[in-house]
């Protein structure tokens, strides 16, 4: 039974190149499809060049959204590749 | 995991490749094969042949291989060692910006993604918006 999982992120620094890069590594280590939300704005984790263009600056909130069956430890393990982000 | 997807960068300039390959590494795991072919023989401004196929040999680990290209002839000459390799698994050459395209096929290579997902993701970088 595919579920939903959400972890909102306050960034430590911007979501540029090399952080986009290291999240569609932890991403596409689960099932789930994961989104990362940011204001109106939203990106596949399989995208690098969509999270970059989320404009996703330090201090921002966005939200980390997992689809499917392991939708909760993607959710979370993607949020701490960002809440570690440099 | 299955072999991963090589890429390689054609560039008129030896510099732009290079410089292209090292940003690229930077955003993508150093376990994916970027290989460059910039220049012409001699390392001035234009592009080679056999530089073109020889990166194409080195990034050939068993997953295939995408090709990205700077401007006009780099595709042409990309063309011409393609069509004359006749490879049996034939490279893949993407038709995207040079810089997205490459972090974008780079990022999702290292993933242990598929030619197929590689391809796709360098061809979405055409539609990609900076901001």
Known sequence: MPTSSEVPVVLPAHLHARPAGALVRAAAGFASTVEVVHGEKSANARGVLGLMGLGALAGDTVIVRATGDDAEEAAKSVAEVLRTAE | ?131
């Open chain 2, 1 to 131: 995991m299955a072999d991963l997807v090589g890429i390689v960068l054609v560039s008129h300039s030896e510099q732009l490749a290079h410089g292209l390959r090292e940003l690229v590494l930077q955003v993508a795991t150093p376990d994916v094969a970027v290989e460059v072919a910039g220049g012409t023989d001699d390392g001035s401004l234009g592009t080679s042949y056999d530089r073109i196929s020889a990166a194409i040999d080195r990034a050939d680990r068993g997953g295939g291989v995408v090709v990205l290209t700077d401007l006009g002839s780099a595709v042409l000459t990309t063309r011409t060692v393609l069509e004359d390799r006749g490879d049996e698994h034939p490279p893949v050459l993407v038709d995207a910006p040079f810089v997205e395209g490459a972090v974008a096929a780079a990022v999702l290579a290292g993933t242990g993604a598929d030619l197929d997902t590689v391809v796709a993701a360098a061809t979405e970088a055409r539609d990609a918006h900076k901001f």
